[in-house]
């Protein structure tokens, strides 16, 4: 099975901050790591699939990069909406999703 | 309007078993795989499984593998996840999710989530 760290468990930030987030796959998966948001109370919503490419009706503040095993997901400038967990999720081989990032107010 | 709407929450004793389901609308439901994913109270997303609704092949998480049924009917459009004993640790919300193989299966749709409870 592929396994996904991700880092930092959580973090705290401004409004205006730019945040990254960071998954590592076990074994090399490519391009085929996704990113989602979910607020709480709320199901998760696709950010990013393939790596980088942004999903219809996300903010462009949000984008991803990475291929191989390293993938990061940077958001620009962050905005009050955007405090929420944010998981990575590979889809190489079944799938498996990383522990999650808290992202809180400072 | 795409939809996956998912039956209500249940609370349940341990031993007992369960089904939940998931109804698709608003897209050609065989041509999706439907995933199942669960998150424990204040914990993260695990994924437990999938079937192809077109010819019901499922494939599931070696951490579930045994412990849940999943399936799925074409004509009802609804997939399903079964207990036939369930455990304390069990308790959970569980969601069901449309599968995108254009978006490199990323999940592009959820259901609302199912909450279940398990407790003597």
């Known amino acids: 099975d592929i396994q996904v760290t991700q880092s930092p468990s959580s973090l705290s930030a401004s409004v205006g901050d730019k945040v990254t987030i960071t998954c590592r796959a076990s074994q090399v998966i490519s391009t085929y790591m996704n990113w989602y948001q979910q607020k709480p109370g709320r199901a998760p919503k696709l950010l990013i699939y393939?790596?980088?490419r942004l999903q219809s009706g996300v903010p462009a503040r949000f984008s991803g990069s990475g291929s191989g095993t390293d993938f990061i997901l940077t958001i620009s400038s962050l905005q009050p909406e955007d405090f929420a967990v944010y998981y990575c999720q590979q889809s190489f081989s079944a799938l498996t999703f990383g522990g999650g990032t808290k992202v809180e107010i400072k | 309007e795409l939809q996956l709407e998912q039956s209500g929450a249940e609370v349940t004793k341990p031993g007992e078993s369960l089904r939940i389901s998931c109804k698709g609308s608003g897209y050609n439901f065989s041509n999706y795989w439907i995933t199942w994913v669960r998150q424990m109270p204040g914990k993260g997303l695990e994924w437990m499984g999938k079937t192809d609704p077109s010819d019901s092949y499922t494939n599931y998480s070696p951490s579930f593998q045994g412990r849940v049924t999943i399936s799925s009917d074409k004509s009802s459009s609804t997939a399903y996840l079964e207990w036939s004993s369930l455990k304390a640790s069990d308790t959970a919300i569980y969601y069901c999710?449309?599968?995108?193989?254009?978006?490199?299966?990323?999940?592009?749709?959820w259901g609302q989530g199912t909450l279940v409870t398990v407790s003597s």
């Open positions: 999710a449309r599968l995108n193989q254009a978006l490199v299966h990323a999940v592009d749709y």
């Open positions: 393939g790596a980088y």
